[in-house]
DNA sequence: AAGAATGTTCGGGTCTCGTGAACGGGTAGT
DNA sequence: ACTACCCGTTCACGAGACCCGAACATTCTT
């Protein structure tokens, strides 16, 4: 679960390295015409349309009127990522339990090529944060929580990964700030987001390991910083956030001692 | 949006197909090590290797000590599929709404190379129908509703892909049998299905249509049948059923008509 | 109706993909 | 502790697929 055996992998095709900067890039450009592809990625046209041909015979591209779009097998594809591990099973019932709790939207969230990706997300109807997202680490609750939580050396390489953007004034793009602030939230057990990745919008979060001790992901609540203040941020959200980790990751314990 | 095109297609590459087929395979075994591939898919070790390097480089795949399993970047493409269409979007909101009103389960499904694709349902925490999942189109409500808007031809290319599987006692297995029911839904304007995919379980559904005629999906609902019966499966689940659809058909008119 | 732009098909040269065999690491069993 | 086995990884080479450019088909515009 873990972001392991990232760094030097052996053979490449590179045939199928193509087909995948291909999808991405429709993806990208949501949805694309052959030749809007051949101008982005200045490859053959007639090897273009190979691409996606084959991306479209298997689902994995749809075409509309010489456009092209994701497939829906690949919706498919991706929740039976989610839909076929118990563990993030577990994490979503959580989710759903906290964001009761606190009356505010929460989410649980992985590390997935360094930056955080939404698994589950309490969906209030309409909310930004739909799962399925990707954000940078340094600048949000979940993120910092989980970062706190790595080896030092695992957090350079993130941060040489994405570096440290600022999205806002309050954004810390400093790493030796960033260092200091992750002390802080290893001593106290959770991290803050003060407005850190949009502005008027503060979050709390806290990561969630392993029964091995390796991290799984994280819990965070968020919302509008009017509402996420006082005694919410400060005593009822951190509460429920490490009675809900600590019950998830009770329950991934059970789940492992009994199904391994 | 319909599944067009889906006959002859140009160019195909091997590579990338066989590529594919890994990805697939790991899927269906839920995960799966280099010696399984080796055996289920008879290709030498080496070129297994290189396949799976190459989709794990690109997060397609995650490698767990020597097991692959699908990886997260896949549940990020397949949420972008879904969350980047306004459609969709706007057919999950219905679809809400339609299972508030009638206090049962309902979802949303469209056609994917002949199968009926679940796209969003109202997930009463723990039903079986979670979104992403494949059915066949002869034994749900909802793929009779849809089938009986398609053209004959369409219908039997469906049959011929795909057959009509027996699931229980009440399945419809003739296809003349089916050709006759597909009338009584056309002239009914919906379609039920009576414990013909799942012992106990019953459903009605209805077709949902394009602005320019063509099929977009099927709004359903479903549930036990000893709750599905009576005033409920023929008065007030047809009647939400047709006011949801119309409305959904309205919302698209008039997203196309101010988008487009 | 003619032209322009876009999608599709086709053949050949080059580069890569697929293979079997050898290598290395880890585990189980004696 | 040692060995034997199994599995994942690497390597070199020949066969064959991929990429390209150009020609053809089709759709839309002027």
Redesign the pocket.
Known sequence: MADEGTR?I??????TE?SITVLQAVKEMDGA???DL?QELE?????V?????TLQKHGLLAKEN?RYHLGLRLFHLGQHVRGDNVKFELAGETVEDLAEMVNENADFTVVENGRLLTIHNSTNPNDPFKSGGYFHMHSTAAGKAILAALPREDVELVIERHGTPEFTEQTITETEELYATLEEVQKRGYAYNDQEAADSLRGVGTVVNNPDGSVFGALSVGGPAYRIQGDLLHEKIPTALRDKAAELEEKIEEYERTNI
Do not use: P, Q
């Open positions: 030097e052996g053979r490449v095709l590179e045939t193509r015409t052959i030749s051949v490859i053959a046209k007639s090897t349309h190979a691409h996606l041909s010489n």
